[in-house]
């Protein structure tokens, strides 16, 4: 077996997978793009989406990855099991339509074997197989495989519902007895079964079958291979580790962790280990997640992210260190995985400073979820079952980030215990909202035969606003292949064309169809890519189309104008906002419109009006700067090289085109621009805001529309100046101010007289003092406005209480409000404010509370105040 270190392991595997003929795909961002389905990328296939459901047909069939993945829906173990993590690296290789499970399970055995590869010991090697996948069983035997290290299991069959599936063949190493949780004669000692000595290491799925809505399974058009091997398992073997966090992929963290604590050692105490392994897995996921763009808030990824800083943090005041940490620890993680992921690195002084905020305000919520412990335990101390609730225990881990093991633990040094089955089901019931709001949505389409099979070349003519000669080479009405159509809708290919299919944010052109006499044969009403690439124009019909025949594309050319001043707008503004914001303000959407664009990135902290007009006036510069747009069409790496940003990442081909504008903006982009930025004529930011946790959005128009936007404000500015009588325009702030002024004196006076009056009213009112049991009561109808008027008595009550309670109402435009101040002997006779607004509110139609010496209500139904009133009477006078 070869002792390898992580990143010379990753590299083999791809270097194996290359010489077998497969592309190798850079890993790809942990935010999903353009998949609802997905919180997280959460493995190598899900990357592999399009060409596995056939939207897209890949270059080249066979492809390999090592794609970095998340998973958080096991959380809660990560430290206390020696292999779950939320952050890890998932090997892969697949083949679209191409090689199945022969060669498959071949190169598996040959890479896990051969002294070349790995050189694992076969005799430690088992699988496991669907029981009626006899052909799989074969192929086992053939490569070398045991006939007795095969295992059949019913659950070798993955399928996720509607969509692809097939059978799976699960690869297991043996770690020996000496590292098994479980007896030798143990039923779940085998491999597949629950136990820590047969390690699963490598999974292959021969996707084969379509799940059909009819619970119906049929073959699949093009059979897939899919594969997933956890890096850090088969590590955590080659470095002869106990688990996954003894190998250089987490030493090295936990080594620089034990030097902040207060003198705590890994390994030493079962607790303290815990909480290393937290440490140390939770500042992986969140440096990787916060260089993909994600950050910390309530809701969504950003709730996953705020949850592992915190977890992290209350495990870091477990090992003694006070204060924000782990953000110290982004250089490591960017040390360790400096081969393969450079960009932690590169951004290392942004995640540290995204976690060190997040860690700052923890400090506040920290002392308040332990304040409320505190609370917990005297409240479950006074009780008869001496337990801590569920619901009281998910409060302390949904909101303070507290690990239900924590909670645990405090109950039991204080000699309390923690309802357990009440705290799964208030996890449940979260769960179960997190899925509802995601839909019901597949995660996997179905592959559409009819498109994946034309193979036929189909050329996008970029600058051409008219081709008089396209040849129709492809007719697709009602989901078949066709020679000819006159169906009111149908979707048509053409040898060439200049009509832009939407992709990179940039909608799609529209027009018309002409044949060769000029007459008007269809309308095109969208363009979308086939997953071979070529431009699909869906249509509406108006005379009937033929296969091979040659019309005129005519695309709308004000449509097509708008586009192009948005698209090159929106990489202005993508290239001003960095260099305003930072380098590390991340793309995360856009889309350009004829009429206008929208423009989402991620950013820490909104920005300031200072920040917009800064961008916007960035914009406006560089197209008043006349810059050239120039394209080339080179290869990834070189595009790269010319500085060139990858918006996304893996949807490049072999050729790229990269679009320059001077040297203040280079990208990848397939879209449609100008040829000079001073077409674009003006840029103006309409609305900036948040649009979603750690994302805003910008948007704006360009041109015409922005001359539009523009006249519409200078219009509505001359109609303030003239309401205001302003003599100038730069007068009118100054106008406005004095007029806010003149307006906020007469509402002061008015404020006075209002309270002379109310002064004058609480004299009549106070003199009205009547008897109450022991207790006397000033209880009445106030001829006042409101709840403002009716504090004011009350304040002057309690400067001069002429009784023992005041009780007073007010009926003010159809609304009822009434207010009860006790003084102190009420109060020695237990009698609470609070107590009687709330038997009194729901007599007007209302609700309400407050102190015990002071309660407030108010309701919709004035006309039940009498009644109320007199309820208060009563109940003061039965006291």
């Known amino acids: ?488 809708n149908a979707t048509l290919i053409f040898d060439k064309t200049p009509f832009y299919a939407e992709r990179g944010g940039q909608v799609a052109d529209n027009g018309n169809i002409y044949n060769q006499a000029g007459e008007l044969v269809a309308q095109v009403t969208d363009v979308q890519h086939a997953p071979n690439d070529q431009n699909l124009h869906f249509v509406q019909v108006i005379l009937p189309l033929k296969k091979n025949e040659e019309y005129v594309l005519k695309i709308d050319r004000d449509r097509r104008e708008g586009l192009r001043h948005s698209h090159s707008a929106t990489h202005l503004l993508h290239s001003a906002l960095r260099s305003v914001l930072g380098e590390h303000t991340h793309q995360a959407g856009s889309l350009v419109e004829p009429d206008f664009l929208r423009f989402d990135f991620t950013v820490v902290d909104p920005m300031t009006p200072k920040e917009v007009s800064a961008v916007e006036k960035l914009v406006n510069e560089k197209i008043w700067a006349a810059l050239n747009v120039e394209t080339t069409i080179t290869d990834p790496e070189d595009g790269k090289a010319m500085g060139a940003l990858a918006l996304f990442d893996n949807k490049y081909g072999d050729k790229v085109r990269v679009v320059q504008m001077g040297d203040f903006s280079t990208e990848f982009c397939g879209g449609t621009h100008v040829d000079n930025t001073s077409q674009i004529g003006i840029f103006k930011i309409t609305a900036e805001y948040a649009n979603g946790a750690g994302t805003r959005r910008i948007e704006a128009v360009t041109s015409k529309k922005a001359y539009e936007y523009l006249t519409h404000r200078s219009e509505l500015l001359d109609n303030i100046q003239s309401e205001v009588k302003s003599t100038k325009p730069e007068n009118i702030i100054d106008k406005v101010q004095s007029l806010e002024k003149d307006l906020h004196d007469s509402q002061t006076k008015i404020g006075a007289l209002n309270l002379q009056i109310n002064q004058a009213k609480a004299g009549e009112i106070f003199d009205h003092v009547e008897q109450a049991g022991n207790l006397t009561v000033i209880a009445q109808k106030a001829n006042v406005k409101g709840m403002k008027d009716l504090r004011e008595l009350s304040d002057s009550w309690k400067k001069e209480p002429k009784s023992d309670v005041l009780v007073l109402a007010a009926a003010s435009d159809g609304k009822a409000n009434m207010i009860i101040s006790l003084g102190q002997k009420a109060l020695d006779q237990g009698l609470k404010a609070g107590d009687l607004i709330k038997q009194a509110a729901p007599l007007f139609g209302g609700g309400g509370g407050g102190r015990p010496d002071m309660a407030q209500a108010g309701g919709k139904n004035p006309a039940g105040l009498a009644e109320a009133i007199k309820t208060v009477v009563a109940i003061i006078s039965k006291n």
Not at 313 to 340: C, E, R, T, W
Request: proline residues 4%; hydrophobic residues 35%.
């Open 1 to 488: 077996m070869k002792k390898l270190t992580s990143s010379e392991f990753r590299q083999l595997f791809l270097d194996f997978f290359k010489q077998h003929g497969h592309t190798i795909s850079p890993s790809q961002s942990l935010i999903p793009q353009d998949d609802p389905t997905l919180l997280w990328i959460n493995s190598g296939v899900a990357t592999m989406k399009k060409y596995f459901d056939g939207s897209v047909v890949p270059e080249n069939p066979r492809i390999t990855s090592s794609q970095k993945s998340i998973r958080t829906n096991d959380i809660e173990n990560v430290g206390k099991t020696a292999r779950h993590q939320t952050l890890f690296e998932m090997l892969g290789n697949f083949s679209v339509g191409d090689y199945f499970k022969e060669d498959a399970i071949a190169w598996a055995w040959e890479f896990l074997t051969s002294p070349k590869w790995l050189d694992l010991d076969q005799r430690k090697l088992y699988c496991t197989v669907y029981p009626k996948d006899t052909e799989t069983q074969k192929i086992w035997k053939k490569v070398g495989m045991p006939e007795d290290h095969i295992v059949k299991l019913e659950e070798n069959f993955w399928d996720i519902g509607e969509g692809p599936c097939g059978p799976d063949s699960e690869i297991f190493y043996d770690r020996g007895q000496e590292n098994n949780d479980v007896a030798e004669d143990d039923p779940e000692n085998f491999p597949g079964g629950e136990n820590a000595r047969y390690l699963e290491i490598w999974n292959i799925v021969f996707s084969q079958f379509n799940h059909l809505a009819n619970g119906e399974y049929v073959d699949q058009p093009h059979k897939n291979i899919d594969t997933g091997m956890g890096l850090e398992r088969v590590l955590s073997i080659l470095q002869d580790a106990p688990t996954n966090f003894e190998t250089d992929l987490f030493l090295p963290i936990i080594h620089a962790t034990e030097k902040m604590s207060a003198n705590k050692k890994y390994g030493e105490n079962k607790a303290d280990t815990t909480s290393f392994k937290i440490i140390a897995d939770h500042v992986r996921t969140v440096s990787f997640a916060i260089g993909d763009g994600a950050l910390p808030s309530n809701t969504g990824r950003g709730y996953v992210l705020r949850r592992l800083i915190r977890r992290a943090d209350v495990n870091g005041q477990h090992l003694g260190i006070k204060g924000a940490f782990l953000y110290k620890l982004v250089p490591v993680v960017g040390q360790i995985m400096a081969s393969h992921y450079p960009e932690i690195t590169e951004q290392q002084d942004f995640i540290a400073k995204v976690i060190k905020n997040e860690e700052e305000r923890f400090q506040e919520t920290l002392e308040s979820g332990l304040a409320l412990l505190d609370d917990l335990i005297e409240k479950a101390k006074a009780s008869d079952n001496q337990t801590i609730t569920g619901k009281d225990a998910f409060k302390l881990f949904d909101t303070y980030g507290f690990p239900y093991e924590l909670t645990v633990e405090t109950a039991q040094d204080a000699g309390l215990k923690v309802d357990k089955q009440g705290f799964d089901t208030e996890m449940q019931a979260q769960k179960d909202r997190a899925r509802e709001a995601r839909g019901n949505l597949q995660s996997m389409g179905s592959q559409n035969e009819t498109l994946m099979g034309i193979k036929d070349k189909s050329e996008f003519e970029y600058g051409v606003y008219e081709e008089k000669h396209a040849k129709l080479i492809d007719i697709i009405a009602n989901d078949q292949l066709v020679d000819e159509t006159s169906d009111d």
